[in-house]
């Protein structure tokens, strides 16, 4: 069935698969984007900075919404982040998120997907971690028919415009060594391809269940 679908993040590592396993289907897609995307010219694209979403009158109605949006983070403020830039993470990572959500929900979406992070709890003593339980909590409050939350771990894929190539490969090659031994409760929190994580939440969107449904490294499958 075709339907009204709005992508926000379409530029990031998962966004842009969300959007590319979308286009093989028949749905009205939107993308809602800080940047034009000159390869998707196809496509109705909206640009804004997200700070006057309320003000855009370009769509008209809205089925469903996929959120991929989120600070760009280097690996150690993921561990600490300092004073001085947590207001505008979480202006990103909740403020935007949230009048996101509401945006959509005004314009008629029954069903949001949500990007999110592995270890999400909004009483984390981690600032990341906890801003990200904070919108999840914030996203299910809104009663939507249907929520599905994926939390994975660091995501593989291409990353574009990406300044630190290099420790970015070592982690990854270290972490994807780690993985073999992370087993039982630890297993959530090994590296998991971006592709995967955007098919399996489109695939879980897709299905005829409502409710709240959060996807983790169990559940990321080639579908």
Excluded: C, W
Excluded at 123 to 129: D, E, H, T
Excluded at 134 to 146: A, T
């Amino acid at each position: 069935m075709s339907k009204n679908i709005l992508v926000v993040g379409a530029s990031g590592l998962v966004g842009s698969n969300i959007l590319e396993h979308l286009e093989n289907g028949d749905s009205k897609i939107t993308l809602l984007l800080r940047r034009r995307l000159e390869d998707k010219a196809h496509l109705k694209q909206i640009i804004t900075e997200f700070n006057n979403i309320d003000n855009l009158d370009e769509i008209q109605a809205v089925d469903e919404v996929y959120i991929a949006i989120g600070k760009k983070l280097s690996l150690f403020e993921l561990l600490y982040l300092q004073k001085s830039k947590r207001k505008e993470f979480e202006l990103v990572d909740f403020d935007y998120i949230r009048n996101i959500a509401l945006f959509a929900k005004k314009l008629g979406a029954k069903s949001l997907g949500l990007i999110s992070a592995v270890g999400a709890n909004e009483n984390s003593r981690n600032i990341y971690l906890s801003v990200k339980g904070k919108i999840e909590k914030e996203i299910i409050s809104m009663g939507f028919e249907k929520i599905v939350i994926a939390q994975p771990g660091h995501l593989l894929g291409k990353r574009e415009k990406e300044d630190s190539k290099f420790l970015i490969y070592v982690f990854e090659k270290i972490t994807n060594i780690l993985g073999y031994i992370m087993i039982g409760p630890l297993k959530k929190f090994r590296n998991i391809d971006a592709s995967l994580v955007a098919k399996t939440l489109i695939s879980k969107m897709g299905d005829n269940h409502g409710g709240i449904d959060f996807l983790n490294f169990d559940n990321f499958k080639n579908l």
